[in-house]
């Protein structure tokens, strides 16, 4: 999609009433347009919110962008407090480690996050103890 296309697309939301949008599919990090579409958002007065894996390049500008934009939030899937299952389930190498900042970077730049856990047969044991493990990255 085009970023003509989806300022379309929110203007019409926005004549219909809509108060919140949130960006999601494939990986709308990866998207050039995200901070363009995102302040044009907040322009028309919407909550925004970006929901991802954390898995892109230069997170750490593209955070400090986000933030200036005025992201509102941003949702993060994270699948297990262990590595090697993280990135089993989402079949890339370094996709703990890639959210793992990404949630950190987020945090630090004051961009509010909510992490969504997928409550998988193999992986759920460990999602029990996700609260506790996360209470200590703070």
């Given at each position: 999609?085009?970023?003509?296309?989806?300022?379309?697309?929110?203007?019409?939301?926005?004549?219909?009433?809509?108060?919140e949008?949130?960006?999601?599919?494939?990986?709308?990090l990866?998207?050039t347009?995200?901070?363009?579409?995102?302040?044009?958002?907040?322009?028309k007065?919407?909550?925004?919110?970006?929901y991802?894996?954390?898995?892109?390049?230069?997170l750490g500008?593209?955070?400090k962008?986000?933030?200036?934009?005025?992201t509102?939030?941003?949702?993060?899937?994270?699948?297990?407090?262990?590595e090697?299952e993280?990135?089993?389930?989402?079949?890339k190498?370094n996709?703990?480690s890639?959210?793992?900042?990404?949630?950190?970077?987020?945090?630090s730049?004051?961009?509010?996050?909510?992490?969504?856990?997928?409550?998988?047969?193999?992986?759920?044991?460990?999602?029990l103890?996700l609260?506790?493990?996360?209470?200590?990255?703070?």
């Amino acid at each position: 999609m085009s970023l003509e296309q989806c300022i379309e697309i929110i203007d019409d939301a926005v004549s219909l009433g809509v108060k919140e949008i949130i960006f999601s599919g494939g990986e709308p990090l990866a998207w050039t347009g995200i901070t363009n579409v995102i302040a044009h958002s907040k322009n028309k007065g919407l909550i925004t919110s970006i929901y991802t894996s954390g898995n892109c390049y230069n997170l750490g500008e593209l955070m400090k962008e986000l933030k200036s934009a005025g992201t509102d939030k941003i949702i993060f899937s994270l699948y297990s407090d262990n590595e090697n299952e993280h990135n089993r389930v989402t079949r890339k190498s370094n996709s703990f480690s890639n959210t793992i900042t990404a949630i950190t970077l987020a945090h630090s730049n004051n961009i509010f996050v909510e992490l969504h856990f997928v409550a998988l047969a193999r992986i759920i044991g460990n999602l029990l103890v996700l609260p506790i493990w996360l209470k200590h990255m703070e």
